[in-house]
């Protein structure tokens, strides 16, 4: 059986949920072959193991951690060698995408990003994704040279599938383009303790309508209430109300959780791109002639500081 | 030494318009408004502010587009680049990522250029691969997704906010910068700008060239093939209540016999 490549994402070697979502899509095609790089590479194989990994390939170095993105290129590209894969499965985070699509100019492939599924086909993996904002829904293919596609997060279910996973370092070595652009100093985010907000399962967000940063507590009380992640609109960040690592959209985070709530965003296009493919959406604004009333499932026209702590409150009663 | 910088900016559909595919599945540009994609205003804004802090510098913009294309390249013109290069071919029509890097990546090189800047994403393909695989084919070092840049001494710095840390990054000239739409308002074009572009330079290329074989790009050439493209049905009419006072309670109804609480 053709092995699939799947880049593995994880801090310090607890694997990303993306990844185990990858492996999912990936044993469709074939017998996935894991690549983790950096520190903790290794610690990541009992899980990938556990999730269908037949194989673990693995390299640390310092140029992982002190170059942007061409480090981690030469390595997939010399897992690559060593496997001739069917295809290969990148995470589509930002930085997901770039390793890809340069990975994809050297070995003479297509690339597809973002998908949201994928299946086996006759003439190779078929790819579906969201087009214009999400109002139309593609099939596609790579159809020259080995198939490179990043694939967003929720896309497939976490199956237990266990293989062998055995460990296998992977020699690399690092081209001229490598040192290229420095990583001169790392400022880790601050944890929350809220979900991962592209892998949450419910997503509560915020928008121009919450007026201030100081009244955004009242959307995290309800995100806590549901253990949901936060969103925000680009008004809400651009505002300085909320960090823009939260913000939902075009030019933020796309999501697609199982319930999205948005409180006080008029659902502009932009922002329907980052949250359109929720399963379930619900949205509280008092404007009743608000964009966002279109694609809900359930809507509250009124005043969110009325609306949203009665919410809160109610699910905590119900939850005792 | 003058610094040479080469923007490439996209003519896109108007997001707010009703876009959608044509009967070849290639994004149609007929029906909705073309525009200067507002993600590379923000490169051409950065642009600005990098020559006007350096002795000597000159800006061309470069696009890859149909006839039309050349709205986007008077855009930023107006907005005050220098001179611009319009890459239009027949043989183009369908380009996929790769096809279009090509070509753009030979129009740069034969343009000159110390400093390549792009935006972060275009807003009608939204892939945001374009700016790597750009560095890649160009064999410089990629500063990407910028909210903040600077060029110095022939050293470009800036800031990348990641997903779990935000990254300060350094690399010399030349390079390649794609800046997001953190970086800072990109500024209108002045009357005066406007009517100052009327007489820039706007050079056309085809393939030819750029010695670029027309089986290289377009739809045949293509590395992907889409091979269908549907409307996703509209969401059905949901319930829409108005609060008296009970609102977050009917919600909290509605939740629960979903199984959300
Ligand atoms: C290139 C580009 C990229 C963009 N990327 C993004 C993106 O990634 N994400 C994004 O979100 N936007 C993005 N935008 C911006 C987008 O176009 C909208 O401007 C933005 O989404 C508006 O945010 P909002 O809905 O919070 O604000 P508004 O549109 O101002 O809506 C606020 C809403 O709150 C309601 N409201 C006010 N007070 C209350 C109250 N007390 N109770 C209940 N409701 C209330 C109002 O009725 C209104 O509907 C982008 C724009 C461009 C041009
Ligand atoms: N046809 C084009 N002509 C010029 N620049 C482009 C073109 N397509 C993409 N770009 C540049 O590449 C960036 C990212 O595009 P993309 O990867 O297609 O999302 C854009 O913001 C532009 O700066």
Redesign the interface.
């Known amino acids: 059986m053709a092995e699939v490549l799947v880049y593995v994402d994880h801090?310090d070697g607890a694997v990303r949920k993306p990844t185990l979502e990858l492996l999912t899509l990936a044993r469709r095609i074939g017998e996935p072959v894991a690549v983790a790089l950096g520190a903790g590479a290794a610690d990541t194989a009992a899980v990938l193991a556990e999730h269908g990994a037949v194989k673990v390939l693995t390299a640390d170095a310092p140029e992982f951690t002190e170059y942007?993105?061409?480090p981690k290129?030469d390595a997939l590209q010399a897992a690559y060698d060593a496997v001739s894969p069917a295809a290969v499965l990148v995470p589509s985070?930002?930085?997901g995408?770039?390793i890809?699509?340069?990975l994809?100019?050297?070995i003479g492939?297509?690339?597809?990003?973002?998908a949201v599924d994928l299946e086996a086909g006759d003439e190779g993996p078929?790819a579906t994704q969201?087009?214009?904002?999400?109002?139309?829904?593609?099939?596609?293919?790579?159809?020259?040279?080995t198939p490179v596609i990043t694939v967003k997060p929720n896309s497939a279910p976490v199956e237990a599938a266990p293989a062998a996973g055995a460990v296998e370092a992977l020699a690399v070595t690092f081209g001229a383009?490598a040192t290229?652009?420095?990583?001169?100093?790392?400022?880790?985010?601050e944890s929350t303790g809220r979900p991962e907000l592209t892998e949450a399962a419910?997503v509560v967000s915020g928008g121009r309508g919450v007026n201030g940063a100081e009244n955004f507590g009242i959307i995290e009380a309800l995100a806590d209430s549901?253990g949901a992640a936060v969103g925000a609109s680009r008004a809400a960040v651009d505002a300085g109300w909320y960090p823009?690592?939260n913000q939902v959209g075009?030019?933020g985070k796309s999501v697609s959780p199982?319930?999205y709530i948005a409180s006080g965003i008029s659902g502009a296009?932009?922002h329907r791109?980052g949250m359109q493919t929720s399963k379930?959406?619900?949205a509280?604004n008092k404007d009743?002639e608000a964009p966002i009333?279109?694609?809900?499932?359930?809507?509250?026209?009124?005043?969110l500081f009325?609306?949203?702590?009665?919410?809160?409150?109610?699910?905590k009663a119900?939850?005792g | 030494m003058s610094l040479r910088i080469v923007v490439c900016v996209k003519y896109v559909p108007d997001a707010t318009g009703d876009r959608h595919f044509a009967d070849d599945l290639t994004v149609d540009r007929d029906d909705v408004d073309g525009l200067l994609s507002e993600l590379d205003e923000y490169a051409v804004e950065q642009a600005l502010q990098i020559a006007e802090e350096a002795d000597d510098a000159e800006i061309t913009v470069l696009t890859v587009g149909p006839e039309d294309a050349k709205d986007a390249l008077r855009k930023a013109l107006s907005m005050g680049a220098d001179k611009a290069i319009h890459v239009e071919d027949d043989d183009l029509h369908g380009s996929d990522v790769m096809g279009t890097s090509l070509v753009l990546a030979k129009a740069i090189e034969k343009a000159g250029y110390d400093l390549v800047i792009t935006g972060m994403a275009s807003t009608d393909g939204t892939m945001g691969v374009l700016p790597a695989i750009l560095a890649e084919r160009l064999g410089v070092p990629q500063v990407t997704l910028l909210s903040e840049v600077k060029v110095e001494d022939g050293t470009v710095t800036g800031r990348r906010d990641g997903d779990s840390a935000s990254e300060q990054l350094e690399a010399s000239l030349p390079a390649l910068v794609s800046v997001t739409d953190q970086s800072g308002e990109a500024r209108y074009p002045s009357f005066k700008g406007i009517m100052a572009a009327k007489k820039k330079p706007v050079e056309s290329w085809d393939l030819e060239e750029l010695e670029i074989e027309s089986d290289e790009v377009g739809l045949e050439g293509s590395w992907t093939a889409v091979d269908s493209a549907t409307q996703r049905p509209a969401r059905t009419a949901g319930t829409i209540v108005k609060d008296e006072g009970e609102g977050g309670k009917a919600l909290a109804e509605f939740l629960a016999g979903q199984k959300f609480i």
């Open positions: 801090a942007l993105v061409v290129v985070s930002a930085e995408k770039e890809a699509a340069r994809a100019v050297r492939s297509g690339i597809i990003t973002d078929v969201a087009a214009f904002a999400a109002s139309f829904t593609t099939k596609s293919r790579v159809s020259k040279g383009l290229g652009t420095k990583v001169v100093s790392r400022t880790p985010r419910i549901l823009h690592s075009q030019t199982q319930l296009i932009q791109a379930t959406i619900v509280i009743a009333f279109d694609l809900v499932d359930y809507g509250v026209v009124g005043d009325a609306v949203v702590p009665q919410l809160t409150e109610e699910i119900r939850k």
